[in-house]
């Protein structure tokens, strides 16, 4: 059993420290009361007094502002009101020697909170961190287990893989790739390429296939998971969950009741320094002059699917932690891979690539594409708006670099 509550005893000298909030709450509460947030306002107060039910009613409060309505309909006053009343309700447990309830309730401020006292946030998330992390134990009793360390059957794997895989064209692969011949050769010709021996130098490299390391850096912490087929199947849904409980579904089989649990397009090493500290941005993302735009991580079990769909950014995947296969369609194929219609889903294709429709997409079979496996350790640049389709082929973590078009660019 891992005890990250203290003794009540010590209570009394610990604080957290709230610069931020300490400077900005008068004009923060001015403007959630301008749009209406009174009660709030008032319980708030009481809360800023040391008060934890009026800290829990608060947060309760602007929790129901944040679903209201579609997300990014949602005043970002709010988001930063919930992120108060998170500060204040974390300030209790941490006083109280509550810790974990308190990191829980930080993570809660800054996964859903607004901006605005994100330093604190993350300050506050540091001290509590080191409490939790003197007296963490593992729960998985074995300190040499290993994310992947199972052989790999490609005859196995293979049979799972969307028809015509790995049959006809794959994606190039080099090493040693110079940024002018990245640049020259893929970044200004949009064309795909699996970069390999670019992340031997990773800390991650060492650290990341074993489950008793990112229990010690991130156990304690909360994340936001993906449940089910993937996001486009109604049944598909989204938790919140502490990464131990996440580690503890990829040790077992991945699946929750709902499917496979896969922690997807997530900010984690905004989150969480450690991870953050243990990889480094690849000079390729800069070789056009462009700007990053997000770190994302992909962390889940064999068997998750990112289904057909493009993005804007040039992309760089990094497979760190096991492998995946992956399939890209070149733009010029839009119509033929039929996009769904609205804004929401435009970008994602309505060809299931695991179960095509023959009926419906009679020529999807013959299109071009270009297939690879990534293997650990190798990167894959996926120019923007090239189709790509993602199955992870044992259990899986990977980093996505999304960075914008450069001035240098004239690719189309
Ligand atoms: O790894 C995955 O499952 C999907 C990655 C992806 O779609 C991306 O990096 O844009």
Known sequence: MSTTTASRGDAPSRNLATPTLDRE??????????????AYVSMAALAAGGDIRAAEAAREMAWEQLHSGPWHSVLPVWRDAYSMACLHVARHHYGSGEFKEALRVLD????????LLRKDLDSA???VSEQTRSVRVSHLGNSEHRLVDREFDVAEVLKLLPVKSLSSKLVV???ALSL????KDHYLCASPVVISDCMAHWPAKARWNSLDYLLRVAGDRTVPVEVGKNYLCTEWKQELITFSEFLQRINSDGCSHGGPTYLAQHPLFDQINELRRDIFIPDYCFAGGGELQSLNAWFGPAGTVTPLHHDPH???LAQVVGKKYIRLYAPSLSEELFPHSGTMLSNSSQVDLDDIDERKFPKVQDLEFVDCILEEGEMLYIPPKWWHYVRSLTTSLSVSFWWSEGETSDAS
């Open 25 to 38: 709450s008068g004009a923060l509460l001015h403007a959630i009361s301008e749009h209406g947030g009174y």
């Open 108 to 115: 809660m401020g800054i996964i859903m909170g607004g901006t």
């Open 125 to 127: 998330i540091d001290k």
């Open 173 to 175: 692969k080099k090493s």
């Open 180 to 183: 002018e011949k990245f640049l």
């Open 314 to 316: 040039h992309n760089i």
